[in-house]
């Protein structure tokens, strides 16, 4: 059974990068895609971007100059990099493991991290 | 980018209530929706897949319905462990470029 769990700084200063880890445990990351989704205090969830497991990345337009998602095979994680940060980054952030494609034709996100809280702030 | 509406916002039910919930695509979107139920506190849980598809394990008063640009999801008889928020998600293609989420939708015990 795949779990998710986040780390990484729960404390970040305003312009500075802001670097979290997602670790995969019970399975091998090469087989899945993985999401990133983040939630401001007392708002809905907004997707930040994803790894397929061609290689590929995608991101949301409005954050995609400041984001980079990038896998690490030989320690089974998934990162997420946002630089430039603003109060307005202040959010829970989750991983979550993206199901589907190949045989498929759907994707969803079945398998999510515990979430990890980002406060920026100097 | 393809627009979600989802609504309403808010809903207030009472235990055995059928509840409804919708989201409309700006576009057609196929059957590429998904959605989540989340209680506070807690990440996001899988309930319904490619628009009708119950995930594993998921309560049967729980169901989706819709296609193209207009969805539906649907409680059949409220319990009080379904008190939560709940989202719809659209993607775009195979394989996905972009992921979206609607407003949500909470749900309370009237």
């Known amino acids: 059974q795949v779990q998710l769990q986040e780390s990484g700084p729960g404390l970040v200063k305003p312009s500075e990068t802001l670097s979290l880890t997602c670790s995969v445990s019970g399975g091998s990351i090469r087989t899945s895609s993985w999401s990133w989704i983040r939630q401001p205090p007392g708002k809905g969830l907004e997707w930040i971007g994803y790894?397929?497991?061609?290689?590929?990345?995608n991101y949301i337009s409005s954050l995609k100059s400041r984001v980079t998602i990038s896998v690490d095979t030989s320690s089974n994680q998934f990162s997420l990099k946002l630089s430039s940060v603003t109060a307005a980054d202040t959010a829970v952030y989750y991983c979550a493991r993206v199901s589907g494609g190949r045989k498929y034709f759907y994707y969803y996100m079945d398998v999510w991290g515990r979430g990890t809280t980002v406060t920026v702030s100097s | 980018d393809i627009q979600m509406t989802q609504s309403p916002s808010s809903l207030s039910a009472s235990v055995g209530d059928r509840v409804t919930i919708t989201c409309q695509a700006s576009q057609d979107i196929s059957n590429y929706l998904n959605w989540y139920q989340q209680k506070p506190g807690k990440a996001p849980k899988l309930l319904i897949f490619?628009?009708?598809n119950l995930q594993t394990g998921v309560p049967s008063r729980f169901s989706g319905s819709g296609s193209g640009t207009d969805f539906t999801f649907t409680i059949s008889s409220l319990q009080p462990e379904d008190i939560a928020t709940y989202y719809c998600?659209?993607?775009?293609?195979?394989?996905?470029?972009?992921?979206?989420f609607g407003q949500g939708t909470r749900l309370e015990l009237k």
């Open positions: 490619d628009a009708s």
């Open positions: 998600q659209q993607y775009d293609d195979l394989p996905p470029s972009f992921f979206f």
């Open positions: 790894l397929h497991y061609s290689g590929n990345t």
